[in-house]
């Protein structure tokens, strides 16, 4: 048994920790709102995950430090824009023996650095050798399904593959299947942009396109992501795998997707601001449109699908325009690596 505090209390992370607790581990959550913490602790119900009963194992806390001390595992499930101030609330609490495994998907807009960058960057600020192993989990994983015990596949990914084999076998169960990765930096960069892509499929369905129309962005879409991954010296295995086209199909097709139905909207005529509040939940593909637009200048890789899905969020064109200006671009040989 393993002692596990989750920083963190939305879909993700409460569907985690019921996971992991129902796997024996010792697991506390916690949550900023202290509305949060009495809600969960009292009704053992998320609002967001129908139909789960939380397991009475699991304690929630609005103590970050009640949280953090003495764990093996700390896992960091808050949305990509939080995670620098959570990690510095938790600094003080955070010993070099501690696996930090993190799981929100994106990239820090001012810094272009991924999460689990951010979180090392944020250790050492605090005077701390941030020598803690950070590993990212992800792939193509709705909480709604692990709440649900269903079948689930994620990629443990760390430089360090004993950190990434130790967070294997603790998450590691009968509805969940995880594979190990070294390309720590390949599986992040994956996690954030197949958000934008799953946007962009999304406001193609928004404006009444078809599967034809969705399987073109996937496809393309996942060629833009490969293309900046490899400028970043990431593995080209790790986008045909379940952290690069599995997550995105999941991501682009699901109608559990929050980019996909924020999209959705989009496409429909609805102001980005407005579709981001009808969904009611962080949409991390538009969080990470503005560091994806930087990191293609700065590598000079061409991402007309990512560029044009800026523009439509941005209001500098409409959507129905945007899909034109795609589909009359140059024509382009598909092994070039120069397409959409």
């Known amino acids: 048994m393993r002692s596990i505090g989750v920083l963190g209390a939305g879909n993700w992370g409460t569907a985690l920790a019921r996971m992991l607790c129902n796997s024996g581990h010792e697991v506390i959550v916690w ?23 939380l397991p009475e194992g699991i304690r929630f806390t609005g103590e970050m430090a009640e949280a953090c001390r003495g764990k093996d595992i700390l896992l960091c499930a808050v949305p990509s824009v939080y995670v620098r101030s959570t990690i510095r609330a938790a600094r003080p609490y955070i010993s070099s023996d501690q696996i930090i495994v993190d799981v929100a ?5 001012d810094t272009l650095m991924t999460m689990s960058e951010v979180i090392r960057d944020e250790i050492r600020k605090g005077g701390q050798a941030g020598s803690n192993p950070i590993v990212a989990l992800s ?16 990629v443990s990914a760390c430089e ?6 130790t967070v294997q076998d603790i998450f590691f169960n009968t509805c969940m299947r995880v594979y190990t990765n070294p390309d720590i930096r390949g599986v992040e960069i994956c996690g954030a942009l197949k958000n934008i892509i799953a946007l962009a499929a999304g406001i193609s369905a928004g404006l009444g396109y078809g599967d034809n129309t969705k399987a073109a962005i996937i496809t393309r879409g996942l060629a833009e992501i490969k293309r900046l991954g490899m400028a970043m010296g990431c ?14 199909i999941v991501t682009a097709t699901s109608r559990h997707s929050r980019n996909n139905r924020c999209g959705y909207l989009i496409g429909q005529g609805l102001p980005a601001e407005e579709a981001i509040r009808q969904v009611g939940m962080v949409v991390e593909g ?3 449109l503005p ?14 699908i990512t560029r044009t899905a800026d523009a439509v969020v941005t209001g500098r ?3 129905s325009d945007a899909v034109r200006m795609l589909m009359s671009r140059d024509k382009k040989m598909e092994e070039s690596g120069l397409f959409i």
């Open 31 to 53: 949550s900023i709102s202290e509305e949060e913490v009495q809600s969960l602790s009292t009704t053992r119900r998320h609002p967001n995950l129908a139909g789960c009963v």
């Open 105 to 109: 998907k994106g990239i820090e807009a």
């Open 139 to 154: 792939g193509p994983t709705h909480a709604e399904e692990v709440a649900q015990d269903l079948p689930t596949t994620i």
């Open 160 to 165: 360090d593959l004993s950190a990434a084999e």
């Open 235 to 248: 593995r080209e295995q790790t986008f045909s795998g379940l952290a690069g086209v599995g997550d995105l």
């Open 286 to 288: 538009i969080n990470a």
């Open 291 to 304: 560091a994806a637009i930087r990191l293609a200048e700065k590598y000079g890789i061409e991402m007309p």
């Open 317 to 319: 064109i409409s959507a």
